[in-house]
């Protein structure tokens, strides 16, 4: 089932389910990998709580392969160098695919390669959203970019944990 998470917990269960994923691209969990945003972690919290008030589990989708280009950590993460980010082939290289479906070339959204022009970095999953989030912040169609993390890194290590 399908659900933007503009549901109430009522709606939600109505069909018998007795384990929710809050995966990203949510209203709850918007972002790529990244479940830090304040507005959106309040809103999972009151979610998970009135999902577990109803006797259902809750699981928060969340891996550390990727981390979304909206994280406010981003740009403290990438002066790290190569600690956490998976380094791409630098300028003149070619980026590995990402995702041609979606029309965004070989090196990520028009937004990663702007910022991270010196094209050291490799592209990782890119998601259109598709309904309002965060109040009106984020319209339809905003794009959330993200960029590889390499495995084993402080960052990794201490969300994972």
């Keep these: 089932m399908g659900l933007t998470l503009n549901e109430s917990a009522e709606q939600i269960l109505k069909d018998g389910p007795n384990v929710v994923n809050l995966h990203q691209g949510s209203t709850v969990n918007p972002w790529i990998n990244y479940l830090l945003e304040p507005e959106a972690a309040a809103k999972m919290a009151a979610i998970t709580k009135e999902l577990h008030s109803r006797g259902a589990k809750v699981k928060a989708y969340f891996t550390t392969r990727e981390i979304s280009t909206r994280a406010a950590e981003l740009w403290a993460l990438r002066s790290l160098g190569t600690e956490i980010f998976l380094r791409g082939p630098g300028p003149g290289g070619s980026c590995r695919p990402s995702v041609p479906s979606k029309g965004l070339g070989y090196c990520g959204s028009a937004w990663l390669q702007e910022h ?7 592209p990782a999953w890119t998601n259109a959203i598709s309904f309002q989030i ?17 495995g084993w890194s402080r960052w990794n290590v201490s969300l994972s944990s």
């Design 116 to 122: 991270f022009d010196d094209g050291k970095y490799y």
């Design 134 to 150: 965060l109040d009106g912040a984020f319209p339809p169609g905003t794009l959330d970019s993200s960029i590889a993390n390499n």
